[in-house]
């Protein structure tokens, strides 16, 4: 595949773009969770409940998404992955019952599930090994702005045409999306399709998931992800809960935390880029940045003690940049010591395995929560979180050795 720097960077600029409607579509229902609860009559074991099955629809479709990723190429899996979790984000404006929210929060979860290894492909595919960094810190960096615009933007629409109405215009978005993604992409080959040398679909991923690294990263994923859907499905709540912060009033703080998100996706992504091109190893570029990331979360717990919601603010958006820099690295890894072939089932296998951690995560929090314990325990998890999982990554590869000098025994 050869493609112009200018097609590169628009086709890169569609696919931040992708990852942004991708997180404010989930989080809608995180951001207006008081203004819904309160017309549905919801409770916080509900709502709880409702995370859980976002997260096993997402779960489950990872096992699915990667390998259709693989199968379908970059190219076909951004566009039909954002039209169809587009469509499942609107048929919310139309549920009323608690069993509708489930079968649409569980066709959310599934259809999202394309998202990620879709995008972690797209970024191998383009970008030469020492640019991938870069573009994962971007990518995450842009998934965070997201996470900044939708508590400034949902509660608006929210109060000007009703919170269903905040389901159905991101969904329209989404569509518009695909129809530009398909316009950019016109006449591209990007040569990512999964190779017919493996034979079929069952022995590939017998052979893949036979590899020690796919479950390196499983068990990361796991440790990792649960810490941030913690933060993504109930962060506004903690706020409301703590500071009795509500509708437009969740807006600048949680804007203001996701910042942080968004600022420990570029540093990491550019520290990592400049590190690799100095002559640092991938091992301890890689190694060196997730332990960064992983201090940074271990202060979470101060938020429960704090005066006033700004110092708590800080917290949150040291905790989420720590979450990013880990992420970035951990997605650097992947595409580091997979074949490009692969990375597709490779990611959503690992994010399958993370939005299990998330599955629990999120039903443990409205359990915890419902039986008076607070936030004490769960933020108690997440400071330690990350470190155990830099902890199994040095136990199961003590050296991360690049897919390059790989490829012969793992291909």
């Known amino acids: ?36 609860a309160a017309d549905l009559g919801w409770s916080d074991d509900d709502y709880g409940t409702l995370a859980a099955w976002f997260q096993a629809g997402a779960a489950f479709g990872f096992l699915a998404a990667g390998w259709l990723v693989d199968r379908l190429g970059a190219k076909w899996a951004n566009a039909a992955g954002v039209a169809a979790w587009s469509l499942a984000a609107m048929t919310h404006g139309w549920a009323h019952s608690f069993s509708q929210f489930v079968l649409c929060r569980v066709g959310l979860g599934a259809t999202e599930s394309m998202g990620t290894p879709a995008g972690v492909k797209t970024i191998a595919t383009i970008f ?10 971007l990518s995450n960096a842009m998934n965070s702005l997201g996470a900044i615009l939708a508590p400034l933007a949902i509660p608006v629409v929210a109060a000007v045409w009703g919170w269903r109405a905040a ?39 017998k052979l893949f998931l036979k ?38 009033e969740l807006g600048p703080p949680l804007a203001l935390a996701y910042c942080g998100s968004a600022a420990g996706s570029l540093i990491s992504g550019f520290a990592a880029n400049r590190l690799l091109s100095s002559g640092w190893s991938a ?28 110092p708590a603010v800080g917290l949150m958006a040291l905790t989420l ?26 990611t959503g296998f690992g994010a399958f ?36 999982a830099l902890g199994w990554i040095q136990l199961t590869m003590p050296r991360i050795v690049p897919a390059e000098d790989t490829t012969s025994s793992h291909a």
Not at 175 to 198: I, K, Y
Not at 359 to 369: D, E, F, H, R, W
């Open 1 to 36: 595949m050869t493609l112009s720097p200018r097609r590169r960077w628009l086709l890169f600029a569609l696919a931040l773009t992708a990852g942004v409607l991708n997180l404010v579509d989930r989080q809608i229902i995180s951001v207006l969770k008081p203004t819904i």
């Open 128 to 137: 030469p090994p020492n640019l991938r960094s870069l573009g994962f810190g």
């Open 167 to 205: 389901f159905v215009l991101a969904g329209v978005v989404g569509l518009f999306w695909v129809a530009a993604w398909l316009l950019a992409s016109r006449g591209v080959d990007f040569g990512d399709r999964q190779p017919t040398v493996e034979g079929n679909l069952v022995s590939g991923d």
């Open 211 to 248: 590899e020690g690294r796919t479950w390196t990263i499983a068990l990361a994923k796991v440790l990792s992800d649960a810490t941030w859907w913690l933060m993504l499905f109930w962060m506004p709540d903690y706020f409301n809960r703590q500071f009795g912060l509500s509708g437009t």
């Open 283 to 310: 091992n301890r570029t890689r190694k060196t940045l997730m332990l960064i990331s992983a201090l940074c979360v271990v202060p979470v717990p101060l938020a429960l003690h704090v005066e006033g919601y700004w």
């Open 321 to 346: 940049a720590g979450h990013q820099g880990f992420s970035t690295n951990l997605f650097g890894l992947i595409a580091d010591v997979t074949p490009r072939h692969k990375v597709g089932r490779v």
């Open 353 to 388: 395995c993370g939005n299990l951690g998330g599955t629990a995560i999120s039903k443990i929090a409205g359990l915890v929560l419902a039986a008076g314990l607070g936030y004490g325990p769960l933020f108690g998890f997440a400071a330690v979180s990350y470190l155990l």
